[in-house]
């Protein structure tokens, strides 16, 4: 079989798994009421920030540690959009384990200088 084929056979296998069908039925129902929506977008958009702050290795401040917890403290109070979270997070983790296992059948793929950077 072409790995191709192989790869095209591991994206219907992901998208016609458990945890994928019970992501976007998750997703289906925050993005149905606004209120959901809104709260797991802005809960979202700060957690990216800080985020992207870190690896940039940028000061946090206060106020924005505190805002993302008191996003999450919402977000965690309302049984939609905590089970989105979670199922996205599962998904996310699903997604990492086959980058991590790709990654490890390619390493020796990697370019010549970049050896000492993923050891």
Same mark, same amino acid.
């Given at each position: 079989m072409a790995t191709t084929? &192989?790869?095209h056979e591991l994206a219907r296998t992901l998208k016609e798994s458990d945890q994928f069908k019970h992501f976007l039925k998750s997703k289906e129902k925050v993005m149905s009421d606004a209120n959901n929506h809104k709260m797991v977008r802005e809960f979202q958009l700060?957690?990216?920030e800080i985020r992207e702050a870190q690896m940039l290795e940028q000061e946090? #401040?206060?106020e924005k540690q505190q805002e993302l917890e008191r &996003? +999450?403290?919402l977000v965690s109070? #309302?049984?939609t959009a905590r089970e +989105? &979270?979670?199922a996205e997070f599962e998904v996310s983790c699903m997604v990492n384990d086959i980058q991590k296992i790709i990654g490890e059948a390619i390493q020796d793929a990697l370019p010549i200088g970049f050896e000492e950077m993923n050891s």
């Open positions: 084929d &192989l790869a700060k957690q990216w946090i #401040s206060e &996003l +999450y403290s109070i #309302s049984p +989105y &979270l979670e």
